[in-house]
């Protein structure tokens, strides 16, 4: 039984073609939570191995017949969660490259326990810092911290959150589906709490070396790095603005113009610094034609 005893947290993981390095995620996860689910997301690679281990250390694995994106595989995990003989009272949400501190989850329950009796109606608790970095803060209630819009990965979702909400937005495959869940969250009256001292370790990106017409920059013979994502991600990361800009400018109007001034200065600098600068901005433009046409779930290629 793991440290969430008492408290009944499930702990859902999505994977995609995982290495060896997921079961000891999965062993350190139960030391910390009451239940694991893990989510194969139709990998391409044979895991079978790598999924029996976890079978044997006691998580509970579900296999999904084709790569439905992270909503529509967090789903099903929830999903199974909730069918579970004792159903979960929290859910939490993990990417297969994430760690959590040893005492990560008792200091999210303490958040939600705080927030709750400060009056906060909680929509998800969220880290202070993510790999070094502090997550974005809204202002206070009393005691408890607000955030911005978290990442899905180690975020804390109480069941009556989820009963009230519904589940994540499988359209959206990949990319925002974190960010969507917080909007909702917000035009229902929840909020986004923090837990300061909560820290959890996550690849935001990929670091690549600085490159102006070819050439890398290495100032006093070290060379400079930016961060920025696969090139495929641009699409969903432009296309899902535009989508959710749709759904919720008139009620977040501030958040929409702030979102897609950020996402549009980061492309800017990644396309004058980093390599593969070509691809990226089709990808984006496409997902940017896709974004006005109202066009979700998975890219179709062409």
């Known amino acids: ?29 139960l030391e910390q939570v009451d239940h694991v689910v893990a989510v194969d997301d139709g990998s391409t690679k044979d895991g079978r191995a790598i999924l029996a281990d976890l079978d044997n250390l006691g998580v509970q694995v579900v296999q999904l017949e084709h ?9 099903a995990g929830i999903r199974a969660a909730q069918s579970h003989a004792d159903s979960p009272a929290f859910i939490l949400t993990m990417d297969q490259d994430s760690l959590l501190e040893p005492d990560y989850i ?13 009056g906060v109606a909680v929509g998800m608790v969220a880290p202070g810092s993510i790999s070094g970095l502090p997550t974005r803060r809204r202002g206070t209630i ?18 009556e959150a989820l009963d009230a909400l519904g589940l994540l937005m499988d359209e959206l495959f990949i990319d925002g589906v974190d960010t969507e869940f917080y909007l909702r969250a917000r035009n229902a009256g929840m909020e986004s709490v923090l837990a300061p001292d909560a820290r959890l370790e996550h690849a935001l990106g990929t670091m690549v070396p600085v490159s102006v017409f070819g050439r890398e920059i290495s100032p006093a013979g070290r060379p400079l790095q930016i961060r920025t994502a696969a090139s495929y991600r641009y699409y969903y990361i432009f296309r899902n603005r535009l989508l959710l800009v749709r759904k919720y400018w008139r009620s977040q109007p501030a958040w929409a113009i702030k979102g897609v001034l950020a996402d549009y200065r980061h492309l800017a600098i990644v396309s004058m610094l980093a390599p593969g600068r070509g691809k990226r901005l089709a990808s984006a433009l ?10 979700s779930g998975q890219r179709v290629p062409g």
């Open 1 to 29: 039984m793991g440290k969430g005893a008492g408290n009944n947290v499930t702990a859902v993981i999505s994977l995609y073609n995982p290495d060896q390095g997921v079961v000891a995620h999965g062993v350190a996860l």
């Open 67 to 75: 790569n439905s994106g992270i909503a529509s595989a967090l789903n």
């Open 106 to 118: 008792a200091k999210l329950l303490a958040a939600y326990d705080v927030a709750t009796e400060n």
């Open 142 to 159: 009393k005691s408890t911290i607000l955030g911005g819009e978290p990442i899905q990965s180690g975020l804390l979702i109480p069941a």
């Open 286 to 295: 496409a997902g940017v034609r896709d974004g006005l046409s109202g066009v």
